[in-house]
């Protein structure tokens, strides 16, 4: 954890060492019981969309939602192997989504459909995707917490939008009991690849005073879209920095983010171990078992011995 003035130097130095990584600070005003996280997911939402090979519309739900899960590790300790499961289950046509992320910064997720179509709306003169009627506005979504101390924590609540920022924002104030605001924004090339990704998750705490908080929903109201500042060069420095401008912000923490699955040959053994030997017998009896990482896509081959072996 490092706590500094959000200078001029601070930023050159940031930008620097971060220039082509995802990353994620957190800040605080120097003396409001508060906290921003903001996080560049670039290259992370880009990476599952070459594992999965999603289409533009799967590209940016599943973008969406793996920013979302990385603003959630707000709930466990910084740097640590803790993590949160995020899954939507939604009426739309991409079906299911699921992301689980750590303390780390290493997240990986997946959906049902990645090849959903793509559906796209009208606002302010400008085509956007219709992330609501891809994911569906309908359904649950259900948060777990693995904190590594017994039976993790789960909490589901409803759905009630799909557009995943104002799911989250309606989780963190049914189930944590934290106001908070959330903004997550995918942006996607003509060609399909992802050209920016980020997020943000403002909290007010208790203690806060109302002029403090009027001045935050005040800032988050008419602050431009993540992706529109992403563009033009804001970092997450920067967007945390004019969130809490004339609140002396102080960076707290700071992480870097990427998409990572830890699945190895052993992992994959243990779910054939989990059939029964009459499954086992089907399974082999047309040749060597394949099992198949939905994470990452990896795929791991085994012939009878292999198992027995384990």
Not at 31 to 54: C, D, G, I, M
Request: one cysteine or more; proline letters at 5%.
């Amino acid at each position: 954890m490092i706590q500094k003035e959000l200078s001029e130097q601070t930023k050159k130095d940031l930008k620097g060492y971060f220039e082509n990584r995802d990353y994620m600070v957190i800040a605080v005003p120097k003396s409001e019981p508060a906290r921003v996280y903001v996080v560049k997911a670039t290259n992370t939402v880009e990476t599952a969309r070459r594992v999965h090979n999603l289409s533009p519309g799967a590209t940016v739900a599943l973008g969406r939602a793996i920013v979302g899960a990385l603003l959630l590790t707000s709930l466990v300790k910084h740097a640590t192997d803790q993590k949160v499961l995020l899954k939507i289950e939604g009426n739309g046509p991409i079906g299911t989504i699921v992301v689980e992320a750590d303390g780390k910064g290493r997240v990986r997720g997946f959906v049902e459909n990645p090849q959903v179509e793509t559906y796209t709306k009208e606002v302010n003169g400008k085509r956007k995707f219709d992330v609501s009627k891809i994911v569906g506005n309908e359904g649950t979504l259900t948060v777990v917490k693995e904190l590594r101390m017994g039976t993790p924590y789960t909490s589901v609540v409803p759905l009630i939008s799909g557009e995943i920022a104002q799911d989250l924002a309606y989780y963190f104030a049914q189930s944590e009991q934290v106001p908070s605001a959330v903004g997550i924004g995918v942006l996607v090339d003509s060609d399909g690849r992802v050209r920016q990704a980020g997020g943000f998750l403002v909290q007010t705490l208790g203690g806060i005073s109302d002029k403090v908080v009027d001045l935050l929903e005040h800032r988050v109201n008419s602050l431009p879209p993540v992706t529109e500042l992403m563009e033009e060069g804001k970092r997450p420095e920067d967007i945390a920095t004019m969130i809490l401008e004339d609140l002396k912000p102080q960076l707290v923490g700071l992480k870097e983010v990427e998409y990572y699955c830890p699945c190895d040959e052993e992992v994959a053994k243990s779910s054939l171990l989990l059939l029964s030997d009459s499954e086992l017998e089907d399974l082999f009896a047309e040749g060597p078992a394949e099992v198949v990482c939905r994470f990452c896509g990896r795929v791991y081959r085994f012939n009878k011995e292999d198992v027995k072996k384990g």
